[in-house]
């Protein structure tokens, strides 16, 4: 009897939460429920003949109880307004229909209100005559279900007339800032540069785009490029916006349905268990059993004390002792001095040990029934801490969701009304317009775009982008002085189209079209043949293990010369487009790449490895730097030891370039880095570092080495108290081997570089001493003994002023000695707005051989706005 | 400028007899892809302008004729002259049919080879007169240059360093006159590497470096903690980008060791005890005031995420006599996680006890 009972009471359960919830939310439970090894799923199953049925009766009800709700809420409209025309049929329907049935008319017509407002009176006139014709469709019923769901979730009167957007337009400036530098330093590519940048933040239509601007120039030196500015589609801020305005109208908990708290469902059993035994307590002594427990309990109290702290609450030792005293010394006067007692005294005093013994008796009782309801409980598996446990886990995964993107859209498009462009851009993942970067992969696209666009859709899991723009190299600030570029420039469009989510699992196929051009300006010309390149990749990603994403690339292209005559002396021209030779050269324009990642948390270890080729001929101009002619490998591992105290990381690659057509000559390069740090205390860190890099030239006659760089440091860092301050020191001590068969006649250099800082605090005040010291080990000098100090003082006037004063002494035993001060200042002077200045000037003690290193004077200035 | 003459005086200037126009092409720069040849520059001798075509055509030693580049009519001021846009953007070109012209169809440049390089400039007025007004050749051997790979900063390296030396690898084979120039500025954190570069300030743009390595320019502003920078290293000859690095950033981050810092404050216990949210960041500070002599602070921990939890070895405090500003060092202690709320609890000097709950967060 009781295992039926408790079966049913989980059948209960069970069924309550999985109406209440959609598909996923119930798979959700079921998986908690698993893992949380209660036996309710178990019992469920045994209960019925299988879940599914189970789920079916949940489809079945599955609106019964957000009517029952809504119909006991309080109505939020005092008055309603006029029927929309024909929606007395959707009244009607109530009656009888689901998911209707049941519903109060008055409740029905504050539902159409908000369906109405917000979504379109034609909306609900014609889903009611829809209604009426084919009468409950499965898709009908699907939308008026997630409507319901909706109006169920609103949070006040407002929900009745959401806007589509708060504002036309909305626009925020984020900030400026202007800069100045002057550097004097010899042959210095711009010697007085500007720098100009604003940020601006506009909403139009609630739909959030980000502004960069930036002018950079250089007094004496046009550049190409001065103006640079991206306009960008601000997916984030979107989601953001859209949560927020969620949030205002509606309880999401709500929406998610995850209001069905278990642990209230619990409690409210609990409280319907222990009512019905406890109401049987009732008699003559104990009137009203549940009030006289819930005055000394809460139902929370009661379900979390164990059985013996109920027992003492209800019926402290002292107190028990006491009537039981008092029951003694009365049956003692009844049993020995009964002769002296007149009948009415007699009976008085039984009826007080009766009365007496029966409270005990019947607060006994009362804890037994306690004790009862709480083992009945604990035996269905359903004891307090699981159900904390499992509340905290369900709460854990509603956040999850709710911050998911999908969810976020999902909720967005059925509880918002939405014009035309706010759903458009419900769907966009990216946009960029200007000079931007565009880094999808290495073998489909990563460069930086100029006068371009980018678009990319998502939805559900497909992926639709594109995009047009020019690459090019050079023109801009960084690159004044210099005129023309190997690289050439060309105008590209580009279109992708995947299947799958980014990163984890997917598979994208990117095309790409370009033709390059001759940019031409009085400071950079590079004329260039008119081609067209045509690419083609496949990327293809999926998860190995918990943690560990394999990318696989393939990328083909095509290069076709735009004016190509054939040998013959007719001079047919050939075809233009790449397109049609797409097929030609294959090894030598194909570039194919693996990589592994990988993250063995319990053992503390990542990896990263790869493998990859790519034929001379491979020509992405979506990507100028990848690279070609080569076959490579390559492996990074970082194993990080008590709880990333310290690491290790050894990196290895084996580059492997053929620029030959016939493959006789290859180049090698190879590389080994280890690198170590421990963090022993909070006070001291130590760390090392040995690496090494060549490369050798295979040919025929055998191997040369061209160029090796070694090295071999160690650093560390301690703070500590010195003469009760505390300060800081960051040092380390390297030693560096260069060998570079061209500029050192095969001999090779080797530096001892040293470098010690240390930063002590007195009061307000931080003092900074700062040395680096490099000394040149054998005769081929590279850069000679070179002393860098610097002594100084950090401190701040007054709360706003923050000043910064050194001395400075360069000393380089082959070219340059210098003394010099540095002073920085940053000031706030308004809210928003502050000034910084630094000065670096120093004078030459000797005149400096390679003037073109040793400046002796940098200033800047900067002003900057925020808002923040 | 000096050194461009001198290098193409180097390169050899065979000069033909007679010839109106001579060309001044430096192979090791211009003689790497096929948009190269296009870059040649062209001095007239005579006195009168003409319209001329010019042909170009590249042999290899071994496979043969490879290219030839036939430019549209342009016309030729007397003194120096480059070839007109329209007639580079107009030329046709001719591959022979061999391996090595495959290779320089699909990938615009040279592959490793011994070229000879001939211009010939022919007259193309509308007379039909086709004389050779000047013919040139150069010998160059081609060797693509392997990659500029970085060293140091190591990418996405976190370095307590700020003003770290940088080191990469060098374009081979060396070219000589050719030089290297170092970009570094501050990356914002919505910024790619690539926009940072172009749309932020340089902090350092040193040019002219000869060596593999730069030491941190003396006269630069340090490093900024907390601040992420991206860097890369350009190696060019001529005012021509031969080569790019990739393009990689560091942060300067020095969390291991606690950094020189002003103190947050010390508030007194009392006071802290009445919030009911404190956050204790590696340490529990607080202020308290004991008008008996010195003495031991007696105190215990309770965590409220793992009841059964029992802290070993707490570290020892003692008050002074008077005001004290009490720091209670959490971060060395193992039992303790970050996130975790616990309860502090002390006995007070006067004898009373107070309780302060708080949140760990663990300083690394």
Redesign the interface.
Known sequence: MFLRHATLMRLLAGVTLLCLMETDAVAQVQDSLKRSNTPLVEQLKSAKPGMKEVLSEAEMHKFNNIVETINKRKRFLDQLPANIPGTNNLINLSKSQSPFSGMKDSVMGEFLHYVGNNFGKERVNKLAKSLLVSGDSAGLQKYLGNKLKGFYAIKGKEAFQIPSFESLVDNQFKGAQY?L?R?N?A????GW?H?L?ASNDMMIMDIPF?F?L?N?SDTYMPLR?NN?V?VSFDKDAFKGRMQQKLAKYYDLEKYLLNEVDMLSFVKKHFEQELTSQVEGLKSSLVQNPKAMLFSKFSYDELLKLDISQVKEKLMPADMVKGVKEQIGVYEDVLKNRASELSAVQRDSLVKLVTQKTEHLQSLDQLVTKVSGVKEKLAASGLNVNQITRQQQQTNTQTFNRWNQPSTIKEAGSNLLPQNGLQRFFGDISALNIG???N?KSERSIN??ISGGLQIEALKKSSLLGGGLGNIK??G?????????????AVSMQYAQLGKGTTGRKGTTVTVMNAN???P?SLYY???????NIFVGTISKSFSVRKNGTVEAEVSK???Q?R?????SPD?AMEQKSALYSYA??LL??LSAGVRYQDDWEQIGLTHNAHVAYAG????NPGN??A???SLQYDLQLRKYVEK?KGFLQVQVANRN?N????GD?R?K?F?V?L?A?Y?F?????LGGRI?Q?Q?I?KTATGNQK??V?R?IAA?G???SGLFGL???S?F?VGL?Q?D?V??QQGGNSSLL?T?W?T???LQ?V?ATV?L?Y?KELTENK??GD?L?AETGVGYTIGKKIMMNSSL?Y?DNKLAAR?L?TRQ?INMMILRNCSIGA?I?W?KNLIEPI?P???????G?LTVQYQIK | MMRYLLILLLCGLQLRAAAQITFQFVPE?QG?????L??VKLTSLSQQPATISLDISVTEKK?GRIIS?TTAPFAVMPGNN??E?KA??????????N??A??V?????F???EYEYCFQAFRADKGGNRDLLGEQCFDYLV??L??L?L??P?HKEQT????P?F?W??S???IPGAEY?L?M?EKKG??????A??????LI?????????L???????SLVEGKTYTWQV?V?KA??????S?IWDFTVK?T???????SEGFRDIEDLAKGNYYVAH?KLCFAVQNPYQAQAVEYALFCINKPDQIFKKLPKVKLRSGDNNVTI?L??MKSMVDGFNYIFTVRLPNGRTQKLRFIFKA??
């Open positions: 800069s530098v550097d330093t042959l210095a590519p711009a540069m720098h940048s980000h960069e930036a950079l490029y640079l991206k000079t931007f970067a880094n460069a930086l190299d050079a801009f600030l960084k690159d004044a002085g210099l005129q023309s570029s190997l690289t050439a390059t051009y001759s031409a010309e590079a004329n260039n043949l008119a081609r292209s095509a290069t010369f004016n190509t005559a054939s040998v001079q030609e050269d030598q324009t001379f001929g491979y020509n100028p730097s690279s070609k002619g990333k370039y620029y030959s057509a016939d000559q180049w390069n590389q880095n690198q740090r963090r205390d909070r006070n001291l860190t690496n890099y490369l030239r061209m160029y760089s090295k650093e860092q301690y703070s505390h300060q800081r960051v380390s560096q260069f570079n061209y500029t570089l470098q800082v930063s002590i605090l307000q931080q700062s680096f490099n590279l850069i070179q860098n400075t360069l210098q010099g920085s630094y670096d120093r390679n073109y290193l040793y400046g002796n004077f940098r800047e | 720069v790497r892809t096929a948009d190269g296009l870059w496979a580049v480059a070839i846009r580079a953007s107009n030329a046709v070109i001719r591959f022979a049919d391996n090595l495959r290779l169809k699909q990938s615009s440049s592959p490793e080879g060797e693509p392997t990659p790979f060293i140091e190591f307590c360093d700020k003003r030396t080191t690898q060098p081979m084979p060396a120039r970009t500025v919505h910024q790619a590497s690539q926009e570069l172009v749309y932020n300030l340089p743009n040193q040019t002219n470096i000869t060596a593999p390595m030491i941190y320019p003396a006269n630069a502003n350009t060019y005012g021509v980008i031969l080569n790019r990739e020095c291991d060791t606690p950094a020189v810092e002003r590696g060092d971060s060395e300083p690394l």
